[in-house]
């Protein structure tokens, strides 16, 4: 199951049988689904709900699919999408491609291609949306741009990488837990972690900031605490 923070998929696909068997791969992960088998009802799902990914079917009549990502495109460049297709027609694929597409599926597709491209579309929907200054308490701050803590005294404290994917990924969830997993996968970028050196990690965010930045909730994750 991914830890995917409860996102929602808008997920478009004109064939019943499909649209079942991918709706419910996505619940056994840990994703809410809006399905609607045309263009129309997803546009008014989108414009209704807060929706993460969007996954599609090129294959709606009258290329309704391709003129649904360009019409989400003139308004929302940051949306990751999937798109489905029975057949890798070049042109069509080109422009989804410049339409900044996160992933294209051959149906019928297989289990492990659509996990993986969830699961790419899960760590952008995640990032995607950049973070500003931020106050961290009333005497710390958060520097995105330059990735630094501004200090009360004055000086500036310069983050690792690591460390300012944590603290920027705690950030954008702020009102939540951070599961062990995700903070794996978007901080540790595929490699393996371990509870030691996540543990080392937060010590040295402490040490630059200050002792209660970082919540950590046993054998759940950690959160960020902006008091």
């Given at each position: 199951m991914f830890a995917t923070q409860n996102l929602a998929v808008l997920y478009i696909e004109q064939d019943p049988e499909i649209r079942k068997r991918g709706t419910q791969l996505m619940h056994e992960n840990g994703l809410r689904v809006f399905e609607s088998d045309n263009t129309s009802n997803g546009c008014d799902l989108f414009r209704m709900n807060e929706v993460d990914i969007v996954m599609i079917d090129l294959e709606l009549p009258e290329k309704s699919g391709l003129n649904f990502i360009r019409c989400l495109r003139g308004k929302d460049i940051l949306t990751p999408v999937i798109i489905t297709t029975d057949h890798s027609d070049q042109e069509t694929l080109l422009e989804a491609i410049n339409l900044?597409?996160?992933?294209?599926?051959?149906?019928?597709?297989?289990?492990?291609?659509?996990?993986?491209?969830?699961?790419?579309?899960?760590?952008?929907?995640?990032?995607?949306?950049?973070?500003?200054?931020?106050?961290?308490?009333?005497?710390?701050?958060?520097?995105?741009?330059?990735?630094?803590?501004?200090?009360?005294?004055?000086?500036?404290?310069?983050?690792?990488?690591?460390?300012?994917?944590?603290?920027?990924?705690?950030?954008?969830?702020?009102?939540?837990?951070?599961?062990?997993?995700?903070?794996?996968?978007?901080?540790?970028?595929?490699?393996?972690?371990?509870?030691?050196?996540?543990?080392?990690?937060?010590?040295?965010?402490?040490?630059?900031?200050?002792?209660?930045?970082?919540?950590?909730?046993?054998?759940?994750?950690?959160?960020?605490?902006?008091?």
């Open positions: 900044e597409i996160t992933r294209y599926l051959i149906k019928p597709c297989k289990k492990h291609d659509l996990l993986d491209a969830l699961q790419m579309a899960i760590k952008k929907a995640v990032n995607c949306h950049p973070l500003t200054f931020t106050k961290l308490n009333n005497e710390f701050s958060y520097d995105p741009v330059n990735k630094t803590i501004n200090n009360p005294n004055g000086s500036v404290n310069q983050l690792s990488k690591k460390e300012y994917l944590l603290i920027e990924l705690l950030l954008k969830n702020k009102h939540q837990i951070v599961p062990y997993d995700l903070i794996e996968m978007l901080v540790w970028e595929g490699s393996i972690m371990s509870m030691d050196a996540l543990r080392t990690l937060v010590r040295g965010i402490r040490k630059k900031t200050y002792s209660t930045i970082i919540a950590n909730y046993n054998g759940i994750g950690y959160k960020i605490n902006l008091n």
